[in-house]
Structures are given as structure tokens and as C-alpha cells.
């Protein structure tokens, strides 16, 4: 239900942009996160975005680079990145919510990957330097 799509190969210091767009169901009223994991660590979180795009989040690694957004009109949530580094290589997954949180509380359950009910099948990032 959940497809991501964009990853690829790129140099150190470019850009690119991940896509997912999900089908058989609407998103729009969940909360949705960008997750990424490289071969023997856990799955890392990476950014957040609130139902109505109002509010993010981010891991500090990826602040002032990396920018999340989404089309509720299309269902399709982005992940923006700019001035790529090699330590960004990973398989990267979007995901949805479907809980309610508070403001306060927010970001501690948005960044846990077991806080997610929908997971894409994850699209590959190369950064080369």
C-alpha cells in the first residue's frame, strides 16, 4: 500500500528526492515517517511529518538538509535531500501512523519505528564521495 520510489546513485554534496505513494488506501489523517537502514544496524529514523504537513521532525544528522513533505491531494509523502553525504547510504522506507498523539509526546513515538503500521518496500540510496 505504501511505494517508494526515487532512490539511486549520487555524489557527495548533490540532491535528490525519495517519493511515496500509497494506494488501496488514503493517508491523509496519519502521521508518516521516513525511515533508513544499512545491513546490520536497526532501521533509523529519519524525518516525520504530522497529518496535515503543519509540523516535522528530524534526526539531527539529517536537520537543514534533508526536508519531508507531502501531497495529501496526491497521497504521496517526499523526502527531499540535499548536500548528500556517504554516511546517508542506506535503503530508505517511508511509513504511516495511525495513532494519535500529543504535540508534547509527538516526536518521542514519530521517531520509533515500532510506532508504524504501513511500511513501503524501501528504495536504495548510494552517496558516492
Known amino acids: 500500500q505504501l511505494q517508494a520510489s526515487g532512490g539511486g546513485l549520487v555524489q557527495s554534496g548533490g540532491s535528490l528526492r525519495l517519493s511515496c505513494a500509497a494506494s488501496g488506501r488514503t493517508f491523509t489523517s496519519t502521521g508518516m515517517g521516513w525511515f533508513r537502514q544499512v545491513p546490520g544496524k536497526e532501521r533509523e529514523f529519519v524525518a516525520a511529518i504530522r497529518w496535515s504537513g503543519a509540523s516535522t521532525y528530524y534526526t539531527n544528522s539529517v536537520k537543514d538538509r534533508f526536508t519531508i513533505s507531502r501531497d495529501n491531494a496526491k497521497n504521496t509523502l517526499y523526502l527531499q535531500m540535499n548536500n548528500v553525504k556517504p554516511e546517508d547510504t542506506a535503503v530508505y522506507y517511508c511509513?504511516?501512523?495511525?495513532?494519535?498523539?500529543?504535540?508534547?509526546?509527538?516526536?518521542?513515538?514519530?521517531?520509533?519505528?515500532?510506532?508504524?503500521?504501513?511500511w513501503g518496500q524501501g528504495t536504495e540510496v548510494t552517496v558516492s564521495s
Open positions: 511509513a504511516a501512523d495511525t495513532s494519535t498523539y500529543s504535540s508534547i509526546t509527538y516526536f518521542y513515538h514519530a521517531s520509533r519505528a515500532s510506532s508504524y503500521d504501513y
